[in-house]
């Protein structure tokens, strides 16, 4: 790819990221339904997002995207997962949140396209830091001076995932609402099944991992996509979120069967790594054709459209027209 093309791509990401975040901004402040709308779409971002830095980092086919991928995912359903529970929905922690993610994505992708990504990420540390600094703090570990810079970076990206779970979580169980009704439990149960999905990846052989990557992401954010988005449509209409989703169970039987099934050939992953992105692509499809039309029926709305206000006289349709 050449760097005029990678610039391209960088700008758009950028511009996009900034849409991304008016988007958020408008729905947020309007209504359950405009929070659903966002970030119902916000969950099928994230797909790009992930797939777009890892490109720039070159971490496609190994561990680290995985993590990279599961870690982001799972942050992200246990906002939603807050929300369900405390009736309030984090966007930030402290002084970090939303607004500066975005920001920051956009110029993260901007400044790689003007980077020889191979020369700079796969820099090692030792290379990076000066000698006299390595000489002064004899403290570092040599497994971190050997690291390349793209595995330090993302090292630094998973502790600032992990205090966000850690936060959130402790909101969570020490919210009023939770402690009051002795829901820990029942509020940890609730993270199983994202928890799972995030580690399912790591179950796969190596070289499934490398060669498939593109169809364990789409598979795994779909239905990540799919179970954050009924946490958040469960969490508006006050209903039952159960700890165990059974539409991830499609995702776990694969990846038990290609892991434990020595018989299985690299062309059998592939056909049912693809066939799980169709059956998680037509079952979100399906589940949100049902859910608009049981939403539009409850509120008596329209879809895209504003309902004709209804009139006892025929003759004063022209008037309301």
């Known amino acids: 790819m050449d760097r005029q093309t990678i610039a391209l791509r960088g700008c758009r990401y950028s511009i996009f990221g900034i849409h991304n975040l008016m988007l958020c ?56 997962w807050e929300e369900y529970y405390t009736g309030e929905l984090p966007h930030a922690m ?12 956009g110029l993260f992708a901007i400044i790689n396209s003007f980077l020889d990504r191979d020369a700079i990420w796969s820099t090692l ?55 009051k009704h002795g829901n820990h439990l029942s509020a940890i149960s609730k993270l199983l099944t994202p928890a799972l999905i995030a580690f399912s990846p790591f179950l796969l052989p190596k070289e499934i991992m490398e060669n498939e990557t593109r169809y364990i992401s789409i598979c795994t954010g779909l239905l990540f996509s799919f179970v954050t988005k009924k946490m958040i449509c469960f969490s508006m209409a006050k209903m039952a979120f159960a700890s165990i989703q059974m539409d991830a169970i499609p995702y776990w039987a694969v990846f038990l069967w290609i892991r434990y099934d020595a018989d299985i050939t690299a062309r059998g992953a592939n056909v049912l790594l693809g066939a799980l992105c169709v059956w998680y692509s037509l079952r979100i499809a399906n589940w949100a054709r049902i859910a608009i039309n049981q939403i539009c029926n409850r509120l008596d709305i329209h879809c895209f459209t504003i309902k004709a206000k209804a009139v006892e006289n025929p003759n ?3 008037k309301v027209r």
């Open 94 to 105: 402290g002084n970090f949140g939303v607004t500066e993610m975005n920001y920051g994505l």
């Open 25 to 80: 901004f408008i729905s947020f402040y309007q209504s359950p339904l405009g929070q659903l709308f966002d970030h119902g779409f916000d969950c099928i971002c994230n797909l790009a997002h992930i797939s777009t830095n890892s490109a720039y980092l070159m971490i496609g086919g190994t561990a680290y995207f995985s993590l990279l991928q599961g870690s982001l995912f799972f942050a992200f359903f246990m906002a939603q």
């Open 125 to 179: 540390m030792k290379e990076v830091i000066p000698d006299n600094v390595v000489e002064a703090i004899a403290i570092i570990p040599e497994r971190i001076l050997d690291m390349e810079f793209r595995h330090f970076g993302l090292i630094g990206w998973f502790s600032i995932e992990l205090f966000l779970i850690v936060g959130s979580l402790y909101r969570v169980l020490t919210h009023e609402r939770v402690s």
């Open 316 to 318: 004063e349709w022209k």
